[in-house]
């Protein structure tokens, strides 16, 4: 170990072990000083060639060719221009900032604040290069940051470079990730999508070309797509129509909402691929269910025939059956000559209404009677009409009878006789008295009072059913209803008559009929029956019914006497009913205004 105080050597100090300058406060010049171990500047136990420890100003150049660890500050004085230069002129070297805390690299005497990350620059532009100058990455000005470029022209430019496909911006989270792309495609169409890239399904994309476009996708698939006139197609990429849907399959594959100058605006068009098919239709349905035509009702647009430009509107509806849930069944069908057919699809006439036994073609409720003339033709040659008429005037009321003859005149009171002679020699009688004056007549009798007016049936409006006998002639036989009585104006013959019959039994003995709503009662004996009361019998015109006696295996006994009228048998004797259970009798009554006849229709069926 070498020891100098206040040398000056103008050579060359070459030391193996160690110089110590210990409190030295003068200077050491030297040409060269080589130090062949670890020189330490502050310390005594240097861990690295040279360990400066403490603050080393450095007015001139500091050249580093190797890696050089700062645990303190390095300043670069404000005086001249203070360059640090890392490598050679034609390569590159590394400053490395580490520590215990976070690493900050501070330029152009800028000040600490914490202890983030930073790395921090005066106003100029800053630029950032992969490798070499070549790959450039990013770019700093006071224009923004270029990512890709030199020349950022907002706070934040991204240049695709050289390639069509450009991803530009990742968005995650925990469990999804979205991206930005420039023709994510790849097949220059210089779009703009986001992606879903977690599930690899394109959402929202911009087309440039043509003037612009967007669609919106599910699946990977375009679902809504808006074309530079704003026409919107939902299912098809070439929209015809402000909307213009097309669907799959053979109901309904486009509905557009069109302008079209002879139609007038807002005109909704349903177009049909498949039109030129005969029957093939597009249906307009309403669902009451989740499924595609499940309880459905709606409209079907159709051809009439592939050889003809006919068409027709059908009218559908599901049935009230639970067995189907996307059945649908055509009610109504108006044809391409304007026909309509309900019940059938193929209507000849103007209305055509096609029923069933069950389900009768036609009823017409709530008719109303207005002026004389009034009437409904349903065949103008053959068939039925409904027509008012006015009723005649009712008849006048009778004269009232002549009033009763005045009493006879009191007889005037007699004469009084003359008086009686007086006795004497026999003489002449005495006159005879006058008679005594008459009694005057009686008075004439007061007249009787006039008789009471008929009240006359007041005139009413007639129902006819008429057939026509020619274009405005009805035939002579009608069935004339003005509200009282039906009248047959010919001789008539009924065919499949169907009765109404009501079921009955005894209450308190007593069986009650009402001719109004049966025509045949099913009199279950539960009881013996005392007597029956008949209901709405019509005076003057012949009423009947029928009874069908139900036993119930026990013996009960009927009183045949409707209302105060006792029923008269064949030989004046009533049948002994049938007790035996499951067997019925049957007896049917007519009624002549006077007396019900009673006659056995057959007994122990």
């Known amino acids: 170990m070498a020891r100098l105080q206040g040398a000056r050597i103008t050579g060359s100090i070459i030391a193996t072990s160690f110089i110590k300058a210990n409190g030295f406060s003068g200077s050491i010049t030297a040409s060269n000083l080589y130090v062949l171990g670890k020189a330490g500047i502050g310390t005594t136990s240097p861990a690295a060639t040279l360990d400066v420890v403490g603050s080393a100003a450095i007015s001139s150049t500091l050249t580093v060719t190797g890696t050089t660890a700062l645990n303190g500050a390095v300043n670069l004085s404000t005086a001249g221009t203070p360059t640090v230069t890392l490598g050679a002129s034609t390569t590159y070297g590394v400053l490395t900032a580490t520590g215990t805390n976070a690493a900050s690299i501070y330029l152009n005497g800028a000040t600490r604040t914490g202890f983030e ?9 800053h630029q950032w290069f992969n490798g070499s ?32 496909q450009l991803l530009a911006l990742n968005m995650s989270n925990d469990t999804i990730k979205y991206s930005l792309y420039v023709d994510q495609d790849n097949n220059g169409s210089n779009s703009f999508s986001i992606f879903d890239t977690t599930n690899s399904q394109t959402a929202i994309k911009y087309l440039p070309t043509g003037n612009g476009s967007w669609q919106l996708y599910t699946n990977n698939v375009v679902r809504l797509h808006i074309d530079n006139v704003g026409n919107v197609g939902i299912g098809t990429t070439s929209p015809s129509a402000k909307l213009n849907i097309s669907l799959a399959g053979v109901v309904a594959n486009t509905l557009s909402l069109i302008n079209v100058g002879s139609w007038g605006n807002n005109t909704v068009q ?13 249906l307009l349905l309403g669902c009451q269910a989740g499924g595609n035509g499940q309880l459905a009702s709606g409209f079907g647009f159709g051809r009439e025939s592939s050889a003809t430009w006919g068409t027709y509107i059908s009218l559908k509806t599901h049935s009230p059956s639970t067995s189907v849930i996307d059945e649908l069944y055509e009610r109504v069908r108006i044809t391409a000559d304007g026909n309509v057919g309900i019940g059938t699809t193929s209507p000849v006439n103007k209305l055509h209404i096609s029923g069933s036994s069950t389900n009768l073609p036609l009823k017409l409720e709530g008719l109303t009677s207005n002026a004389t003339g009034y009437f409904l033709t349903v065949d103008n040659t053959t068939g039925v009409v409904h027509k008012s008429t006015s009723g005649a005037s009712g008849t006048s009321g009778a004269s009232g009878s002549s009033g009763s003859s005045g009493a006879s005149g009191t007889s005037g009171s007699s004469g009084t006789s003359g008086q009686t002679g007086t006795s004497g020699s026999s003489g002449t009688s005495g006159q005879t008295g006058s008679s005594g004056s008459s009694g005057t007549s009686g008075q004439t009798g007061s007249s009787g009072s006039s008789g009471t007016s008929g009240s006359g049936v007041s005139g009413g409006t007639n129902n006819i059913v008429a057939k026509f006998s020619g274009a405005t002639t009805l035939a002579t036989s009608t069935i004339t209803d003005n509200g009282t009585t039906v009248t047959i104006d010919a001789a008539s013959s009924i065919q499949g008559v169907k009765e109404t019959y009501a079921t009955t039994a005894p209450t308190s003995s007593v069986v009650t009929i009402d001719l109004n709503t049966t025509t045949v009662a099913l009199l279950t004996l539960n009881a013996s029956v005392n007597s029956f009361t008949i209901n709405n019998l019509t005076a003057g015109k012949v009423n009947s019914f029928t009874i069908v006696t139900i036993p119930n295996g026990s013996v009960y006994t009927i009183t045949w006497t409707f209302g105060v009228v006792g029923v008269k048998w064949p030989g004046g004797t009533a049948p002994t009913l049938t007790t035996t259970n499951g067997k019925y009798d049957i007896f049917s009554f007519i009624y002549d205004g006077t007396n019900w006849y009673g006659f056995i229709g057959g007994q122990n069926f």
């Open 270 to 282: 349903l177009f049909n691929s498949n039109g030129g098919t005969t029957g093939n239709e597009v």
């Open 133 to 164: 100058l070549s790959s450039l990455i990013m770019t700093l000005n006071t224009n923004g940051l270029g990512i890709g470029t030199s020349s950022p022209d907002a706070k934040l430019s991204i240049n695709k470079g050289a390639t069509n």
């Open 117 to 125: 990350a930073k790395l921090q620059f005066g106003a100029a532009e």
